[in-house]
């Protein structure tokens, strides 16, 4: 079945740059695309970046300078870096899935990331 | 960007009653292919969001007919009929007509 699981450090230090990991099964990079959503404590929804089946990319204007996303087909994991970390970046982080403009289908569980030294 | 509007911000409900969650685009979410990409999500505590309804109107798999959604253009609404314990949580409406993808704020549904 469709299964999408985040990984990363946890606790990250201001300043500091953030590499999350998502790790799929039950289907392939190659034929969906990946987006990276985050939620703020309490707060609601923010779309960060995405990954589409073809390998193109795009990001959210406001952090774009600060992100990276990229694949790795064979492992099956999508890779999320945000360089310059701030205390307002901590948030839960979630991947989920899509194909075209078609809705985020399935979700990850997310991980939470707290920024503070 | 655009920006969706989710009224109310929280509704507060019995078991078994109905419930009608409003959210309005800054601009219309008719895609140049004619198809229309507003989806509507259930966010239950300590959870990541579920998909309810795709495109307008279609029930995600394993979704009950309790759900369903409706409008054109830039007005939309997520109907709930007979509340049940399980519904309760925060409901967003996501678009992906235009890029970058935005989320409405949120509507928070609680017992009364």
């Known amino acids: 079945q469709v299964q999408l699981k985040e990984s990363g450090p946890g606790l990250v230090q201001p300043s500091r740059t953030l590499s999350l990991t998502c790790t799929v099964s039950g289907f392939s990079l190659t034929s969906y695309g990946v987006s990276w959503v985050r939620q703020p404590p309490g707060k609601g929804l923010e779309w960060i970046a995405a990954?589409?089946?073809?390998?193109?990319?795009d990001y959210n204007s406001a952090l774009k300078s600060r992100l990276s996303i990229s694949r790795d087909t064979s492992k099956s994991q999508v890779l999320l870096k945000m360089n310059s970390l701030q205390t307002e970046d901590t948030a839960m982080y979630f991947c989920a899935r899509f194909r075209g403009s078609w809705a985020f289908d399935y979700w990850g569980q997310g991980v939470m990331v707290t920024v503070s030294s | 960007d655009v920006v969706l509007t989710q009224t109310p911000v929280s509704l507060l409900i019995s078991l078994g009653g109905q419930a009608s969650i409003s959210c309005r685009s800054s601009q219309s979410l008719v895609h140049s292919n004619g198809n229309t990409y507003l989806h509507w999500y259930l966010q239950k505590p300590g959870q990541s969001p579920q998909l309810l309804i795709y495109q307008v109107s279609n029930r995600f798999s394993g979704i009950p007919d309790r759900f369903s959604g409706s409008g054109s253009g830039t007005d939309f609404t997520l109907k709930i009929s007979r509340v049940e314990p399980e519904d309760l949580g925060v409901y967003y409406c996501l678009q992906r007509t235009h890029n970058p993808p935005t989320f409405g704020g949120g509507t928070k549904l609680e017992l009364k």
């Open positions: 990954i589409w089946s073809g390998g193109s990319t």
